[in-house]
Structures are given as C-alpha cells and as structure tokens.
C-alpha cells in the first residue's frame, strides 16, 4: 500500500516539481539574502503576499553527516517584510512555519511522513525513522556484521554475504561484481543503519528453479550496519534532478551534482555515499563530491528506479 501512494504522490508532484525548478527569483530574493541570520541558509522564496515575503531557511549543519537534519523536525521561515512595491527586503524575522499548506503540492509526501514518524515508538530510542532501498557493499569474505545495537563492540546477531558471483554454466545474470545483498533501511542513529529484510544476494533477478541451495543466506532480522558499508541506487522521489538539496526539504537550497561518467545526477546511478536518512531521504556524497539530501533510494540491481 505505501508503494502505491508513494507512486501517486510522485505522479501527483512531477509536473509542479519540474515546474517549480524553472521558476523565477522573486526580486525581492536577493536583497532578503543579507538578512539571513547565521547559522542559516536560505532556500527558495516560496510566497509573496503583498508587502510580506517568505523565505525557506534551514541550519547551516543540516548536511552535515555528524549533524544531519530531520524532515521531521519544525521548521522556521524568514519573513520578510518588503517595499511597497514588493521588489526589496526591508526587515525580516524568523517564525516557526506550518506546512504543508492544503494546496500545497508536497502534501501527500508529508502525509507518507507522517504515517513513518508515527512507528518511531517501535523503533530503538533516538532512532530517525526512514525507508529506503539499499545494499551492503562491503567486500569483506567474512561479510558484513549486522549488530545488536549501533556500536562495533555490540553483539553481533549476523552477517549480509559479500558480492556473490553466481556461475550456472552461462545461463546466468550475475554482474561483473557480483550480486549484492539487498535489504530496506528503516531508521538512523550516530553512523548507523537499522535494517531489516535482507535477501539472498540475486535471487530476485536469476531463474529461481536454478538459483542454488548453497548460495549464502543473510540475516534478515533487524539490526544495525555502519553506514559506511551501504550503498543504493538514486530512485524517483519526484524533486528537481540534477542535484542535491542542504535539507531534507524541496525548498531548501539546491546544489547541482554530477554522475560518475559525467552529467548532472538523476536515476541512473547512485551515490559514491550514504551518510544518514531521515524518513524518504537520504543524505549523500555524489560521485564529484557534493553533500546533500536526495529524496528516495532503491536497491535494484538491472535497472534504473524511476
């Protein structure tokens, strides 16, 4: 059901999306700038009202993988008081901010949010809830050890198998690095991923009468993997390709990006890493080094997740 409405809502929000990347400044942008306080940075100008404007703003940290944002934290605007005339800022104030607006096109992503900020009390405490597709990609023979609690010296409940090369005499699919053990990140804390169903590495993807007994089988309970192990694919979450946004929000600053063989990033591909999530983001590190947030990630392994 929640692939369902998070393929409506990316339907619902593509056109607006793809809409809003072209948009406009409004003037009056500019000279608001100089009254961002610090510690902030400023996003779009997403409403003018008259004489008022409202500017999105977020902590200067929020891609910050030892600070990373919350999507479900409150969060502040500037607003902004402007000329008569509307083209200049004159004074501004931050103030708490109520979104979504009923029209607004990002409702039914916050409504996906809300439903994952309400299984936070069945998470470990202090644990950011979140859902996204990924895989391991530690090449350690032994594999990679998913643990008790997010801490290396925790007990080790079981391991994901390293890329496993599958031979069926040609018949098979198996990429020149082998298969990699998928699974589904559902919460973050301090360098850490809390994962659960993990699958047998290309078993989705071969002919499963000829798929061996023998292949490795991962744990596929719950627990935590360090987040430098983990690697996904970019998916569709219906933002502005291209690029990275400083929060885990569309309005806030977006930072354009590269792929690994060039052009700007978009669903084919994925990030050279993945530091944190935050409900459909993830905060990343893009193959030419920009950090930022993308929203959606997926773990398939033959094609792309648009």
């Not at 708490?96 to 990002?106: Q, T």
């Not at 470990?124 to 859902?131: K, Q």
């Not at 699974?183 to 590495?201: C, M, Q, S, T, V």
Request: hydrophobic share 40%; with cysteine; proline share 9%.
């Amino acid at each position: 059901m929640r692939v369902l409405r998070f393929v409506a809502a990316t339907m619902l929000c593509v056109a607006m999306q793809a809409a809003r990347a072209d948009d406009t400044e409004p003037a009056w942008r500019a000279s608001a700038l100089a009254l961002v306080p610090a510690g902030y940075i400023a996003g779009t100008a997403y409403r003018t009202e008259g004489s008022t404007g409202y500017l999105a703003v977020y902590p200067a940290p929020s891609n910050d993988p030892k600070t990373p944002a919350s999507v479900f934290a409150a969060r502040q605007a500037l607003v902004v008081a402007l000329t008569p005339d509307a083209t200049h800022a004159v004074s501004a104030e931050l103030k708490p901010r109520v979104e979504p607006d009923p029209d607004d096109d990002e409702t039914d992503f916050a409504k996906l949010h809300a439903e994952l900020a309400a299984k936070r009390a069945t998470l470990p405490d202090g644990t950011e809830p979140c859902s996204l597709g990924a895989w391991s990609i530690d090449k350690d023979p032994a594999g990679l050890n998913v643990r008790a609690e997010p801490s290396v010296t925790a007990r080790v409940l079981g391991t994901l198998p390293p890329p496993y090369r599958l031979k069926l005499g040609g018949a098979e699919n198996t990429p020149d690095g082998g298969w990699l053990t998928e699974f589904h990140i559902i919460g973050f804390r301090n360098g850490w991923f809390l994962i659960e169903g993990a699958k047998p590495p290309g078993k989705d993807y071969e002919d499963d009468r000829k798929y061996p007994r023998s292949a490795p089988k991962p744990y596929a309970g719950r627990g935590w993997v360090a987040a430098n192990k983990v690697g996904a694919a970019y998916a569709n979450g219906s933002t502005r390709m291209g690029g990275l946004f400083q929060a885990p929000f569309v309005d806030a600053k977006w930072m354009p990006a590269q792929r690994e063989l060039g052009g700007p990033i978009d669903t084919d591909g994925g990030p050279k890493r993945i530091f944190a999530c935050s409900g459909l983001w993830g905060l990343v590190e893009s193959q030419d080094g920009v950090r930022g947030w993308w929203r959606a990630l997926c773990s398939n392994q033959v094609t792309n997740c648009s």
